[in-house]
């Protein structure tokens, strides 16, 4: 595996793709713990959208103690053999410390958390599909009940939906991030290209505030409408925006009809603040 080069870790708002938080690591740091401490400033009882590298029962923890609501793809639960049962296939009782397998036996936890089914494997007519070992160990992970309970909700097609609406501007944010031979990093050394990289992220906010609409008004910073996508307008309407041949309001209408979505629960940003009906402008603070 190699270990040589840096890993830049982003916290993004999803609607508008602003970047609000960034960390650069090693390239082989996990992901996960990065997450978390990336989370660390926003405040409780946020919509936190992930991919599976944040899927972890530790990470899905740490989220929680924060009252925040998981839209993290899950991990996978793999077959001990191809096209065996899977964990899920097992029921575990963690209050009475006992695991249930497919076939309706029962075996304790032991203190390190592993039942053992030796009595029952052998004469078991599933056991062609539960191990290849004269009897199945079962362990049980520190977190198992948070990945039971994620594999669970991500079976709702609400919470899919929410994760494949916001994922592109995830992924754009990212591609801002590294266009134009980015990827490569100018310099050696932790403290220069992590001060690099806040400054180009300060230069990638700046110009999607400018797409947004920003602009000074009585004192204020305020945007000249709703959080829209670029991506979303046409070539040609781009082109004369940028020249100030027709007015923003002409690609994203200040009514109710606008595409932002306001999540109850959703993240909180100063660029989210749309009054009922969407007839008033977003503002931020002075």
């Excluded at 397998?101 to 078991?124: I, N, Q």
Aim: one cysteine or more.
């Amino acid at each position: 595996m190699r270990t040589d080069g840096f890993k830049a870790h982003l916290a993004t708002e999803p609607e508008s793709g602003i970047i609000t938080a960034l960390k650069l690591t090693a390239a082989n740091a996990p992901d996960g713990p990065v997450g978390v401490e990336l989370m660390a400033a926003e405040p409780d009882g946020l919509e936190v959208l992930a991919d599976s590298a944040y899927g972890s029962g530790a990470v899905r923890a740490g989220l929680k103690r924060r009252h925040h609501r998981l839209v993290i793809k899950p991990l996978p639960s793999r077959p001990v053999i191809p096209g065996g049962f899977v964990r899920d296939d097992f029921v575990v009782d963690h209050d009475q410390g006992v695991v249930t397998c497919p076939a309706g036996h029962t075996a304790k936890l032991s203190s390190a958390c592993v039942a053992r089914f030796a009595p029952h494997c052998g004469p078991c007519p599933m056991r062609s599909r539960c191990t290849k070992a004269r009897a199945r160990s079962f362990s049980v992970s520190a977190h198992d009940a948070e990945l039971v309970e994620a594999r669970a909700a991500w079976s709702e097609d609400e919470l899919r939906a929410v994760y494949r609406q916001h994922r592109p501007m995830a992924e754009r944010s990212i591609s801002w991030l590294v266009a134009k031979g980015k990827r490569r990093l100018r310099y050696r050394g932790v403290e220069r290209n992590v001060a690099w990289a806040h400054r180009r992220v300060a230069a990638l906010n700046l110009r999607r505030l400018v797409v947004l609409g920003l602009t000074r008004t009585d004192g204020n910073w305020v945007l000249a409408g709703p959080i829209g996508v670029l991506g979303d307008v046409p070539r040609r309407a781009r082109h004369l925006l940028a020249r100030g041949q027709i007015q923003r309001d002409r690609i994203f209408p200040l009514n109710s009809g606008s595409s932002v979505r306001a999540h109850p629960r959703g993240p909180t940003s100063t660029l989210r603040r749309l009054l009922p009906g969407g007839e008033e402008p977003c503002s931020t603070a002075p």
